[in-house]
């Protein structure tokens, strides 16, 4: 059993499922996979209208949980969610927290697809600080480039930040070598499939899993999911 962190399913919102067949279909391949829970996470950026990105989120998922239910898919849990771009400007928005994983104060937050920059910490402290938010960084293992390039993230996780792996990085070198770093400091809080299609980015697992299970065990699959749930239950709005 596994939870997706991270997957862009909810149909004809961003670059993910391109209609509810595809969403649909996606959903059913994570049910076949034995996924407990999936996480919906659309892209959202930093300077976005806010109310406007949750209004076209609820729409186009009452879509699909409405052809769920009337083709009768066998499907996960869902939760709403959202994968924040974060720029410097982010702290300085209103409303920051609506984007949380719903019922909790998890903030999914992808980085700039540029190398580690020094104002990352500074303005994820200040989103922690000012919105009450507790950050999960997406797909961390896309930005560190070697094992030793975990101590990037001291100061993350001093703040108290959390992160997700894509599972499906364990199956490339480069990629194997981060996680493996990244599971011996504890600091794989989730996994993700970061599903986008029924193809090259799919959200079954099973592969990455395997690989996973091999080096660590099969119990780790198990271990990563108690973590997620626990992370998921007790950050919990109060
Ligand atoms: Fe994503």
Not at 202 to 216: V, W
Request: proline share 3%.
């Amino acid at each position: 059993m596994y939870i997706d962190f991270h997957t862009h399913i909810i149909p004809e919102i961003d670059d993910g499922a391109k209609d509810v067949g595809m969403a649909t279909a996606m959903l059913e391949i994570a049910y076949e996979n034995n996924a407990d829970t999936v996480i919906l996470t659309p892209h959202v950026n930093s300077g976005a209208d806010f109310e406007h990105f949750l209004q076209t989120r609820k729409k186009k998922f009452n879509l699909l949980t409405k052809e769920l239910k009337t083709s009768r898919v066998a499907h996960p849990n869902l939760m709403l969610g959202a994968e924040v771009l974060l720029d410097g400007a982010l702290s300085e928005r209103e409303n920051v927290r609506s984007l949380c994983i719903e019922g909790t104060e998890l903030l999914l937050l992808e980085l700039p697809y540029t190398p580690w920059n020094s104002w990352y910490n500074h303005e994820i402290y200040n989103i922690i600080s000012k919105h009450e938010v507790i950050p999960v960084m997406a797909h961390i293992d896309r930005y560190l480039r070697s094992p030793k390039d975990i101590r990037k993230l001291d100061a993350l996780v001093s703040f108290g930040v959390k992160f997700q792996v894509n599972a499906s990085s364990f199956l490339s070198f480069s990629g194997r070598r981060i996680i493996r770093e990244l599971a011996a400091e504890g600091l794989i809080y989730a996994f993700g499939s970061d599903c986008h299609n029924l193809t090259n980015r799919s959200p079954d697992l099973s592969k990455a899993f395997r690989a996973l299970g091999k080096k660590f065990g099969e119990d780790f699959i198990d271990y990563i999911y108690d973590k997620t749930y626990d992370m998921l239950e007790n950050n919990t709005i109060k």
